[in-house]
């Protein structure tokens, strides 16, 4: 949508479409609070009424190729939860805002559309407000009290559900009550959503993956339990000499949890009714799953298969962690990848060692799951395809659909968690007989060498060699290409913020502002389809070279920074990219949320980052909670620039 097409009230820009005039004027007057209520039920916005949320969750227009300060939460907080819902809002649930010493349990919206209360200055993105409410106007709050290390997933009628977790990083034990969001009320665990039972192992620091049936698998994590040990020091029978301890071993269980009877059960293989369980020895805690498409090559259908990655065991159960702080020194990092077969029910160890042990957010994603075939490519011009050997055009060939990514996180070394900067790309493939259909992974790690040119780690020869980053999310988003010509769409991956550490002969220092190619505040992006020695510099308005794009596994981490002397000079951008934060971050979240159309999955979507810390190591997290909102428009979120 143009400038053209926006209008101005109260000091707020809010965007208009034929159909939506009369809602928007409605909105943008923030004076008519009492007769909208009565038309939407919605009421508040930081629980009071002198800001209404839009309810056409229409978003501001934004230049591209930039990061604005959004509008404040409610209350500061790292380690959250965000969860996009289906009307483009975000979820916030949980957290800290004191070295997850102790855990929140009032959630709250981000909605970009909702006009900003009128005693607040208004935020560079125009709109856009944090809503703490219900629909009766109540604070929003986790009936069973705060939590940390839980997940919140999306279930397919829109509502949430929040599984796991506990109260605090030192003793309390694993939350066995789950609940569910329900997005008609804004209200946790309302009468027609209480679970009939609690979770067949409570646990925390474990993944909770949506499948296709429209069921969750609860994989992993760490759980709660007494040992009782000798203490050597004392003689049989006196006092001291049994003593009771609280540790937190690593799971291998998974249970499924069922939203349509609100109920769990354990994890069976179809074949012969055995648990399905992790077959590391002692499970995997704090690692990340994504799906990719089994045999037919489609995601969300039943034969899908769940990559599980990162993370650690911990040693046997009396030797296990006695508190949930990171870099525990009774731990093993798992160097391997497990994979769950959604139609058998079956977990199995993939062939293949990951290039880096990754904990404290380690992150895997899908990047293929968008285009099933590349595009035809009429090289001479002629009018038609013909490939080789009669002709040099490129036909249409089967697209690529599991273009999967396992990056950030660290080795949680107690005395310096750094990271390698290698990263793992895997591909997937099926020759439809045996276990899983056949299915092998060709697995790709460290950085470019000239045999191996699947995955390129770029990073600014004036600054640091390549990183990862501990606790910054990796999410997908949508964007627009110019290709052979034609204006397509592609997935790219984004992270921005976390921490890094070098270690030093004294020690380890953190980097938490932009002094390793500004990726720490800034912003890297990784592109399965360009390639830095024969594309031009990236921009995802510029035409990509065409023999690297059908191979969908050719590509790149880009660290954006704007810095022209050495972007030009190593030609990895044009030097006029600057996204970076404006305060460097970690243990934040970042979601995908619609732009101006309104719409989710589309090419104009954008990135928030929400909360976070502004310190990592030594004393995790001790810096005061932020309260900071930023969105992150990539470049070429607007309409394309016209090819010449």
């Known amino acids: 949508m143009s400038p053209q097409n926006r209008t101005h009230s109260q000091g707020h820009w809010f965007t208009i479409s034929s159909s939506r005039i009369v809602a928007a004027k409605i909105v943008a007057c923030c004076y008519i609070v009492a007769s909208l209520s009565l038309l939407t039920g919605l009421v508040g916005c930081h629980g009071s009424i002198s800001s209404i949320p839009n309810i056409n969750n229409a978003a501001a227009f934004l230049d591209d190729n930039e990061v604005y300060n959004g509008p404040s939460m409610v209350s500061p907080r790292y380690g959250h939860t965000a969860t996009t819902l289906e009307d483009g809002t975000v979820l916030i649930v949980g957290g800290s805002d004191e070295r997850h010493l102790t855990s929140i349990e009032l959630a709250e919206i981000f909605d970009q559309g909702a006009a900003v209360s ?92 949506l499948l296709p049936s429209g069921k969750v698998l609860v994989s992993g994590g760490q759980e709660s339990r007494n040992e009782t040990i000798i203490d050597p020091n004392f003689a049989p029978g006196q006092p001291g000499f049994q003593i009771t301890i609280n540790v937190f071993p690593s799971l291998k269980s998974m249970e499924i949890f069922d939203p349509g009877a609100l109920a769990f059960a354990p994890a069976l293989t179809i074949a012969n009714n055995d648990p399905a369980e992790f077959l590391s020895a002692r499970g995997r805690a704090g690692h990340n799953t994504a799906a990719m498409a089994g ?42 990848f497990e994979y769950f077969d959604a139609t058998t029910g079956d977990n199995r160890i993939a062939a293949g060692i990951v290039s880096a042990e990754r904990v404290n957010h380690p992150q895997i994603m899908n990047l293929g799951r968008y285009g099933n075939d590349t595009l035809a490519f009429d090289l001479d011009g002629d009018g038609e395809i013909t490939p080789p050997p009669l002709g040099g055009d490129i036909p249409a060939i089967p697209g690529l659909t599991n273009i999967v990514l396992i990056a950030n996180g660290d080795n949680d070394d107690p005395a310096c968690p750094t990271g390698n900067g ?38 600014d020869p004036m600054n640091c060699a390549s990183f990862s980053r501990s606790e910054a999310d990796l999410i997908t988003v949508l964007t627009r ?16 913020g976390g921490s890094f550490m070098l270690p030093t002969p004294v020690g380890c220092v953190e980097l938490t502002q932009g002094t390793c190619a500004n990726g720490i505040v800034g912003v890297t992006i990784y592109d399965p389809f360009y390639q830095p020695f024969l594309d031009p510099p990236w921009d995802q308005t ?63 979507d954008r990135i928030v980052a929400i909360g976070g810390g502004i310190s990592y190591y030594p004393n995790y997290g001790d810096e005061p909670a932020t309260i900071n909102c930023e969105v992150i428009m990539l470049p070429g979120t607007n309409a394309p620039v016209p090819i010449p």
Not at 297 to 317: E, K, W, Y
């Open 542 to 604: 510029g035409n990509i070279n065409p023999i690297t794009h059908p191979t969908g596994i050719v590509g790149a981490f880009v660290n954006i920074d704007g810095d022209t002397a050495d972007d030009t000079a190593d030609g990895f951008a044009e030097g006029s990219f600057l996204l970076a934060l404006a305060q460097g971050k970690m243990l934040h979240t970042l979601n995908v949320i619609p732009g101006e159309d309104g719409v989710l999955n589309t090419v104009d």
């Open 295 to 336: 045999l037919d090559g489609s995601l969300g259908t039943t034969d899908d298969i769940l990559v599980h990655a990162g993370g650690f065991q911990t040693l046997s159960t009396i030797f296990a962690p006695q508190f949930k702080l990171p870099w525990q020194q009774n731990t093993s990092n798992s160097a391997n």
């Open 422 to 459: 290698a990263n793992d790309l895997l591909i997937a493939t099926f020759s439809g007989f045996g276990p899983s259909n056949g299915l092998s992974f060709t697995l790709f790690g460290g950085e470019f060498t000239l045999s191996n040119n699947v995955e390129l780690v770029t990073f």
């Open 481 to 496: 290409r110019t290709y052979n010509g034609q204006s397509i769409t592609s997935a790219v991956g984004i992270t921005a």
């Open 118 to 209: 009128l005693n607040d200055p208004v935020p560079d993105t125009i709109s856009g407000d944090f809503i703490d409410t219900d629909v009766e106007g109540n604070l929003m709050a986790l009936t069973q009290g705060g939590r940390i290390f839980h997940t919140a997933t999306r279930l397919p009628n829109g509502n949430v559900f929040i599984c796991g977790g506990t109260q605090d990083a030192l003793f309390a034990q694993a939350t066995d009550v789950s609940e569910i969001y329900d997005i008609s009320s804004r209200e946790f665990a309302p009468d027609f959503l209480q679970l009939n039972e609690d979770m067949i192992t409570p646990r925390f620091r474990h993944s909770a993956t």
